[in-house]
Structures are given as C-alpha cells and as structure tokens.
C-alpha cells in the first residue's frame, strides 16, 4: 500500500453518512475500486470507477474522483450498522496483469 | 456453490513445519493470485498466475511456492515456516478484461 493512503479509522452514527477518503500516487491508474471487508471475511467488491470519471453513484454509495489531486472518497448515504467493516481502496492500471494496489483499508465503526 | 474457496480457513503449526493451503474457483477466471494480509490489514501481493505461468512474484521469501495444477486450482506451499508468516492469506480470480477481483474468505495461519 505505499502507493494508495487511507485513513485507518472513522466512526459515525446510525443515519449520518460517511465519507472514506483515499489517495494514490500512480497518475496512469485506469481503474479505481472500493472492497468491503467484514470480521472473519474476504473483500468484496463494493463498487468501481474509471479514471476518465468524476463521479459514479449506486443506491446508497457515491464515488467521487477528482484525479488532477488523486483523490478518491467513497460516501455512504444513511450508514446502518451493517455498514460496519474495513473498506480498502484499490487502483489499477490497463494491462494484461491489471496488478492491483490496495490501501491499508479503513475501519468503519458504525454507533447506534 | 462459493465462487473461490480455500481450505483450510484456519491453519495453527508450529514453526518449522511445512504446509499447504489450497485454492479452488469455479468462475472460469483466467488469473489468480494470493495475497497476505498482516496484524493491521495491510494487503500485499504474492503470486499471480495466468494460464499457469507465474507473472508476479514480489519480494516473497522462496520458502513460498505457489502451484497450479490447473487453471481453476492456485495451491500455496510454505516450507520452514516462521513465527512472521503468520497471517491472513487471501487467494482471488479474475478474468481478463474484468474489473475487480473475487476472493475467498481467507485462511488464518498462526505459527506457535
């Protein structure tokens, strides 16, 4: 995770929303992604955007990139305790291998 | 039917010992990986194999030595295994021209 920084904690409370924030340094990166990552569990793909985007939004998650920064943020919209997890950043570039980098992940604690 | 499973999920050995975690995905994907993830969730890659040809190998000890008997089975062989190789060890697929990975659920090794 050298090239991709994340914050490592963040809590809120049940209904507000979050904002996870995340930036790489790789200026070639095509494709940036968010995984989940629950106790006991593998990372699961949460959402993706392209480098040639500056926003993508799926019901309650909203993906920002502004990349002239390389800034990445991911908002959650009415956070549930569900919602709870380590959520990582992930960058990768155009090629045959599309060798991931990831964050070192940020804890979201959701209080009821 | 769990798209990439690994067995065992968790793995306790003394150190020394030699031992294997295996990989299976039924998606079809064309490429697989292992990663390790540290005490504080850090995510780092090992091996990737694409049509059984190995084609990332970062700063990984040789006492790890990935083996694919086929497209769909990335095995992972640890030989004299230390105190440090204790962690989460994550095998995932992807198919080229997709985005994002699939991972399994992990496996937890800790050596005693």
């Known amino acids: 995770g050298e090239d991709v920084e994340q914050s490592l904690f963040l809590s809120v409370r049940e209904g507000d929303s979050s904002v996870i924030n995340c930036t790489y340094t790789?200026?070639?990166?095509?494709?940036l992604y968010w995984y989940k990552q629950e106790p006991g569990a593998g990372l699961q793909l949460l959402t993706y955007?392209?480098?040639?985007?500056d926003m993508k939004q799926d019901q309650r998650l909203t993906v920002l990139l502004n990349k002239k920064d390389k800034h990445l943020s991911l908002r959650i919209a009415d956070t549930q305790t569900g919602d709870s997890a380590i959520y990582f950043c992930?960058?990768?570039?155009?090629?045959?291998?599309?060798?991931?980098?990831f964050g070192a992940g940020t804890r979201l604690t959701v209080k009821p | 039917d769990t798209a990439v499973s690994q067995t065992p999920k968790y793995l306790v050995t003394q150190m020394g010992n030699d031992k294997s975690i295996k990989c299976e995905q039924n998606?079809?994907?064309?490429?697989m990986y292992w990663y390790k993830q540290d005490s504080k969730k850090f995510l780092k890659i090992m091996f990737s194999?694409?049509?059984?040809?190995?084609?990332i190998n970062e700063t990984v000890p040789n006492r790890f030595s990935p083996k694919s008997p086929d497209k769909a089975h990335l095995n992972l062989h640890i030989n004299s295994l230390e105190l440090g190789d204790s962690a989460v060890y994550f095998c995932?697929?992807?198919?080229?021209?997709?985005?994002?990975?699939?991972f399994g659920s992990g496996t937890r090794l800790t050596v005693v």
């Open positions: 955007i392209f480098s040639n985007m």
């Open positions: 194999y694409n049509n059984k040809e190995l084609i």
């Open positions: 995932a697929s992807r198919q080229v021209g997709d985005y994002g990975y699939t």
């Open positions: 790789d200026s070639s990166s095509t494709y």
């Open positions: 998606l079809g994907h064309d490429t």
């Open positions: 992930a960058e990768s570039m155009v090629s045959n291998n599309n060798d991931m980098r």
